[in-house]
């Protein structure tokens, strides 16, 4: 079994910055593929950023350019650094973590508001 979880998310202005973190944890478990996912208040939820255990990266197009996604394999933590902040950024962050077994596993969110 494997355990994630997501942390700094907080409230900031318009134009701000945040890293997310995320990590997991568990035993016995590899990993294929990371990411991460926010959703909106009565919006789906949508990806915005994942990486592989290789280390390529693919970001959303609406967001390219002010996410970044990285990650410390020794730590099993994948981070999301997000840039310019917009008030449209404001949703609920997951991280999700694609095994070697190909079983996916969400984190429980962290929440990331943005005021104008």
């Known amino acids: 079994q494997v355990q994630l979880v997501e942390s700094g998310g907080g409230l900031v202005q318009a134009g701000g910055s945040l890293r997310l973190s995320c990590v997991a944890s568990?035993?016995?478990?590899?990993?294929?593929?990371m990411g991460w996912y926010r959703q909106a208040p009565g919006k789906q939820r949508e990806s915005v950023a994942g990486?592989?255990?290789?280390?390529?990266?693919n970001v959303a197009d609406s967001v390219k350019g002010r996410f970044t996604i990285s990650r410390d394999n020794a730590k099993n933590t994948v981070y999301l650094q997000i840039n310019s902040l917009k008030p449209e950024d404001t949703a609920v962050y997951y991280c999700?973590?694609?095994?070697?077994?190909?079983?996916?596993?969400w984190g429980q969110g962290t929440q990331v508001t943005v005021s104008s």
């Open positions: 990486i592989t255990s290789g280390g390529v990266t």
């Open positions: 999700k973590l694609i095994s070697g077994t190909w079983r996916e596993y």
């Open positions: 568990g035993s016995g478990f590899k990993i294929n593929a």
